[in-house]
């Protein structure tokens, strides 16, 4: 029997769990490295944790108060509206139908994205090589500028070549007539000579011959400067 509340009297009533036999019951054993107080510590719900400033909250005013009411007003409102409407009914494949097709736009649009970086690559690399390309079209247009000025000055210098050469011929005079029975000028100096097989004999030698030879090419060359 448990004391009247307040009262000083000792309850007559045993230790609860206690056996016929009056003996204790054993403590069920913990497990091995745990203690009680560490049990005990565990079971202790955690202290909410506190946020900075939070002394100086405030309750809601009334006017935040009687928003919030009317938010939930017009949201039970508009639920109730849409219970009330008429709609073709759907099945679970359905949802499911539209639940993948929404992750196969998904997909999508991530590969057609993925294909656009791409492009964006392709196509700066593409006007990276033009640019490179117009750098080097103008720089060959220059070196025809060029070749083309030396081209006209060659043409001009041609021309004034041609007109000194023009300009250069010899006007040798006429030579004058002679009779065909007249004897030729080595036919003269064999006459004159008192020995003409010595004459040709002289005129047969090498060395006359190679300088005679040289005296024409010489000859020649002053007649290609005039």
């Known amino acids: 029997m448990k004391p009247a509340r307040g009262s000083s009297r000792a309850s007559t009533q045993g230790p609860k769990g206690a ?10 054993r913990l497990p091995h490295g745990e203690r009680a107080q560490d049990k005990s510590r565990k079971k202790a719900p955690a202290e909410p944790r506190k946020v900075r400033g939070q002394e100086k909250w405030k309750p809601l005013d009334k006017s935040s108060i009687m928003f919030l009411d009317n938010l ?7 639920l109730a509206k849409c219970s009330q409407l008429p709609v073709p009914p759907q099945k679970h494949g359905n949802l499911m139908h539209v639940s993948q097709q929404f992750h196969r736009e998904n997909q999508n649009v991530k590969h057609g994205n993925k294909k ?3 492009l964006q690559e392709s196509s700066q690399a593409v006007v990276s090589q033009l640019e490179k390309l117009q750098v ?4 060959l247009e220059h070196e025809c500028k060029i070749m083309r000025n030396k081209l006209e000055e060659e043409e001009l210098n041609a021309q004034k070549f041609i007109q000194l050469t023009e300009q250069a011929v010899l006007r ?8 065909e029975d007249e004897p030729t000028l080595q ?3 064999m006459r004159a000579a008192p020995d003409p097989k010595a004459v040709m ?10 300088n005679a030879k040289v005296f024409l090419e010489l000859a020649h060359k002053q ?4």
């Open 116 to 118: 656009i970086d791409e």
């Open 72 to 78: 939930l007003s017009l949201s039970i409102l508009f």
């Open 136 to 139: 080097k079209m103008e720089r």
């Open 19 to 28: 056996g016929r036999d009056g003996k204790r019951v054993q403590q069920k």
């Open 187 to 189: 036919e003269k100096i």
């Open 201 to 210: 004999k002289a005129l047969q030698k090498r060395k006359v011959t190679g």
């Open 172 to 179: 040798l005079p006429a030579l004058p007539l002679y009779p």
């Open 223 to 226: 007649m290609d400067h005039l």
